[in-house]
Every structure is written in C-alpha cells, then in structure tokens.
C-alpha cells in the first residue's frame, strides 16, 4: 500500500505560483509513475501531468504546457508540482496518485490516490 499526502495548495492571485506537494509513505516510489490530476466543480477529474518512475519522461495537457512542472525526488518519496502564471481557470482539487503501469495517462490506470489539495485562483 502507498498512501499520498498532498499540500501547498491555497488562494492566489493570477499570474501567482504555488508549489504543490506530495509526500508518499508506506512504499518505495520508484517503482511507480506519478500523476497530478485535477477536479473543478461540476466537472469531471482529469489528468494534467505525468512522471516517469525516474522521472526521464514527462507529460503536460496543452493548458499547463510552460507554466506547470513536475518532478520528483525519489529519495524523498515526495513529487512536486509548480505550477506559474496561474489562471482562474486552474481552480481545482488537485490530486496526486501513483501508477505501477507504464504509460499511464487514464485515471483508471492509477492505483493510489491522494486526499486531494484545494488550488484558487482569483480574477
């Protein structure tokens, strides 16, 4: 069992930065690719980036392409996601989870969920 525990998210003006956090326990991270998703109100889950297990191979949706990225330290347990130059459109819950599959861009390919971090962004 892998158990993930976001943080960092909060209110922000657009145009700000945050930097989220996500710290896993329980097992060993290097054996899973990691995700970040996000849910909005009213709207459905959807994934916004992903890490290789070595972190050699990354993905972005096109809306967060330039100004969100992920990484990883593996001897911490613990990805990251900085995310700049934030819109309104950015506000969501934001999720990390962790993948033993390569190649996982689909939420149902993801194992282990976090408890989800509020991310605002304000006009």
């Known amino acids: 069992q892998v158990q993930l525990v976001e943080s960092g998210g909060g209110l922000v003006q657009a145009g700000g930065s945050l930097r989220l956090s996500c710290a896993a326990s329980?097992?060993?991270?290097?054996?899973?690719?990691m995700a970040w998703f996000r849910q909005a109100p009213g709207k459905e889950r959807e994934l916004v980036t992903v890490i290789s297990r070595s972190g050699g191979s990354i993905y972005y949706v096109d809306p967060v392409k330039g100004r969100f990225t992920i990484s990883r330290d593996n001897a911490k347990n613990t990805v990251y996601l900085q995310m700049n130059s934030l819109k309104p459109e950015d506000t969501a819950v934001y999720y990390c989870?962790?993948?033993?599959?390569?190649?996982?861009?689909?939420?149902?390919?993801?194992?282990?969920w976090g408890q989800g971090t509020q991310v605002t962004v304000s006009s």
């Open positions: 329980g097992r060993t991270l290097n054996n899973y690719a």
């Open positions: 989870a962790a993948s033993g599959r390569n190649n996982a861009y689909t939420a149902q390919s993801y194992d282990y």
